[in-house]
Antibody
């Protein structure tokens, strides 16, 4: 059974750096074309994709947040880590990690997210 | 402002059929990229409902179906049940952004 679980601080202060960890089980981050994404959801608002990393260390970031994000993995610990610098109250959200399922078909590149972790709510406040 | 546009809310009585639209542009749905749908029950994480425009993962009832045409996609739910009350999100890939993009979400209310 594939599961993902997020962990990290519940509360961070403005300007601080947020570090979140996603611990996966049921699959290995070293398996070919295995990837994990981070997605966030402000309270009462929509989902926003943040970043992803694949087993070959291929990384991609949201254009609007690229300067603040770093994604990495520790295959031996089955963990994917996301750091976000210069946190602001607008970054208050539930942060999810999810496994990426991707590939190419007749329409081109595709990716979807399944399964998701339970999410972790991060509040940015002084 | 989400890249993919969904109606904020839809509603229907038990047993009825409802549809939720997801409108994109020539750099995402219109370019042919697959559309996927997620169901988010209150207080829980999103769950994959439809992938690859119209495919249901194992365990998803056939009351849920997806379709795509041009720059839009739709999720249809037939035989509406109280347990279907949730938020629904569409997702695709955008070549201009080189990123996965989501719709703004649609809240389904079962009357």
């Amino acid at each position: 059974q594939v599961t993902l679980k997020e962990s990290g601080p519940v509360l961070v202060k403005p300007t601080e750096t947020l570090t979140l960890t996603c611990t996966v089980s049921g699959f290995s981050l070293s398996n070919a074309r295995m990837g994990v994404s981070w997605i966030r959801q402000p309270p009462g608002k929509a989902l926003e994709w943040l970043a992803h990393i694949f087993s070959n260390d291929e990384k991609s970031y949201s254009t609007s947040l690229k300067s603040r994000l770093t994604i990495s993995k520790d295959t031996s610990k089955s963990q994917v880590v996301l750091t976000m610098t210069n946190m602001d109250p607008v970054d208050t959200a539930t942060y999810y990690c999810a496994r990426i399922n991707d590939g190419y078909d007749s329409s081109g590149y595709y990716n979807w997210f399944d399964p998701w972790g339970q999410g972790t709510l991060v509040t940015v406040s002084s | 402002q989400s890249v993919l546009t969904q109606p904020p809310s839809v509603s229907g009585a038990p047993g009825q059929r409802v549809t939720i639209s997801c409108t994109g542009s020539s750099s995402n749905i219109g370019a042919g990229y697959d559309v996927h749908w997620y169901q988010q029950l209150p207080g829980t994480a999103p769950q994959l409902l439809i992938y690859g425009d119209s495919n249901r993962p194992s365990g998803v009832p056939d009351r849920f179906s997806g379709s795509k045409s041009g720059t839009s996609a739709s999720l249809a739910i037939t035989g509406l049940q109280a347990e279907d009350e949730a938020d629904y999100y569409c997702q695709s890939y955008d070549s201009s952004l080189s990123a996965s993009v989501f719709g703004g979400g649609t809240k389904l209310t079962v009357l």
